[in-house]
């Protein structure tokens, strides 16, 4: 099964330059293709991403996204503690 996100702004990393209204073409859990006006396969499911954002994400995004907030605070503190 594929699955085809439309229309949706891409934001690759802090290298790469944004792209408004690209597609995403997932297979098999991977991504497949990115681009403008792809065309779905057959048996793909098509979203419409006009309103999200696509980014990459921390697998650990639970202690990584609180961490921006508390810099400079814990440094001095072991691992076991902190």
Do not use: C
């Not at 954002?53 to 650990?60: L, Q, R």
């Amino acid at each position: 099964m594929s699955l085809l996100i439309r229309k949706t702004l891409i934001v690759p990393d802090a290298r790469g330059a944004p792209m408004d209204g690209a597609d995403i073409l997932i297979r098999d859990g991977r991504i497949a293709a990115i681009g403008k006006a792809l065309e779905p396969p057959q048996d793909a499911e098509v979203l419409d991403g006009s309103a999200l954002i696509a980014m990459p994400g921390f697998v650990n995004a639970h202690t990584h996204s609180n961490e921006s907030f508390e810099q400079g605070f814990y440094d001095a503190l072991p691992l076991e503690v902190w």
